[in-house]
């Protein structure tokens, strides 16, 4: 069995672990014009605030900003343009089962090229986080910082 590959990251959104607890994830192709894709080989866009949806048996993805390109003239596009996400139509019955449950949302986490040169998504199935769910993570990763300085200086000397 082949083990995945990391590849780069566009961009990410770091909002989404901070607010969801992600359940599932999905690898979503982009519907992208020409302009978009070299605005993204530039690393301009952003993923802050932007959210997927269902309508019939179409995914779309919304807010979510790429810069115009620089060169790009008449032929740049929206920048907060609705984006069309492609699946298997197998992945879009099962994000509409899972999506339906209360309090869950499918929200992107990052864009990047895979190994082909071809701009994906990879969308997560998010519930809500609570304010004491938040509070929690942030004692958590404060206690393990804390404790890494203490193994980091120990082993100085």
């Not at 990410?12 to 605005?39: H, M, P, Q």
């Not at 040169?117 to 990763?141: P, Q």
Request: with cysteine; glycine share 8%; charged share 35%.
């Amino acid at each position: 069995m082949k083990k995945k590959k990391e590849f780069d990251p566009i961009v990410t959104n770091k909002d989404a672990g901070r607010d969801y607890f992600i359940l599932d994830r999905f690898e979503a192709g982009i519907v992208l014009s020409g302009c978009e894709v070299k605005s993204l080989r530039e690393h301009k866009a952003s993923l802050a605030g932007s959210f997927a949806y269902l309508i019939k048996d179409e995914l779309y993805l919304r807010n979510c900003y790429i810069a115009p390109y620089l060169q790009g003239g008449r032929e740049n596009v929206e920048p907060l343009r609705e984006r069309k996400l492609l699946l298997h139509r197998s992945q879009i019955h099962k994000l509409k089962i899972q999506s339906v449950e209360r309090g869950s949302s499918l929200v992107p986490l990052r864009m990047y090229f895979n190994e082909r040169g071809i701009a994906k998504v990879e969308l997560g199935i998010g519930k809500g986080k609570k304010s004491y769910d938040k509070r929690a993570d942030i004692k958590k990763r404060a206690a393990q910082r804390d404790i890494d300085r203490q193994v980091k200086a120990k082993n100085r000397g």
